[in-house]
T-cell receptor
Framework: DVKVTQSSRYLVKRTGEKVFLECVQDMDHENMFWYRQDPGLGLRLIYF???????EKGDIPEGYSVSREKKERFSLILESASTNQTSMYLC?????????????FGDGTRLSIL | AQTVTQSQPEMSVQEAETVTLSCTYD???????LFWYKQPPSRQMILVIRQEAYKQQNATENRFSVNFQKAAKSFSLKISDSQLGDTAMYFCAFLRAQKLVFGQGTRLTINP
């Protein structure tokens, strides 16, 4: 089974802090994703990576950056956290190549910015 | 741009009943893939079922089946003989170019 592991289930940070959310997958997947989940809005794509050191903006990239130095690890960075970034963050991975592969998700990180 | 709409924010049924969750989408593409994901209170998103747009036959996975109407751009999920463990958020999603577009979600509660 695919395992996608997010480093924290709950995280509390302060406004202005630099925040790192880490995600690791163990299935050698090419694609990795970061989503934000808010009530009534579903999941919205923040950033997407289809290979090491490659990244592509999603629908809501403002205030976020990402890093993918190794294939199995994809980090989401909040450069200067703000209260409107309080949310649930989900990481996912999928095989590259054919476009029909389902995504596999981690357990999510509930981030609170005070 | 593709959009996905789930018009039922919440639903509630009794155990063993059948329930149908609605989903509509908008796209100009002809070949694409549709998914239903389940997110139980434990939070991990689990793939329930998927449908390839070029296939006429509706997908089925045990108690879960879809009613895919391509012309109407409708993709509903039917859960038969519902169980308490089916209580979860359900998300409809459209996949193209390896990226998913999600609906707003439907919170389904199965009552004993």
């Amino acid at each position: 089974d695919v395992k996608v592991t997010q480093s924290s289930r709950y995280l509390v940070k302060r406004t202005g802090e630099k925040v790192f959310l880490e995600c690791v997958q163990d299935m050698d997947h090419e694609n990795m994703f970061w989503y934000r989940q808010d009530p009534g809005l579903g999941l919205r794509l923040i950033y997407f990576s289809y290979d090491v050191k490659m990244k592509e903006k999603g629908d809501i990239p403002e205030g976020y950056s990402v890093s993918r130095e190794k294939k199995e690890r994809f980090s989401l960075i909040l450069e200067s956290a703000s209260t409107n970034q309080t949310s649930m963050y989900l990481c996912a991975s999928s095989l590259g190549g054919a476009s029909n592969q389902p995504q596999h998700f981690g357990d999510g990180t509930r981030l609170s910015i005070l | 741009a593709q959009t996905v709409t789930q018009s039922q924010p919440e639903m509630s049924v009794q155990e063993a009943e059948t329930v149908t969750l609605s989903c509509t989408y908008d796209t100009s593409e002809n070949n694409y893939y549709l998914f239903w994901y389940k997110q139980p209170p434990s939070r991990q998103m689990i793939l329930v079922i998927r449908q390839e747009a070029y296939k006429q036959q509706n997908a089925t996975e045990n108690r879960f089946s879809v009613n895919f109407q391509k012309a109407a751009k409708s993709f509903s999920l039917k859960i038969s003989d519902s169980q308490l463990g089916d209580t979860a958020m359900y998300f409809c999603a459209f996949l193209r170019a390896q990226k998913l577009v999600f609906g707003q979600g439907t919170r389904l509660t199965i009552n004993p």
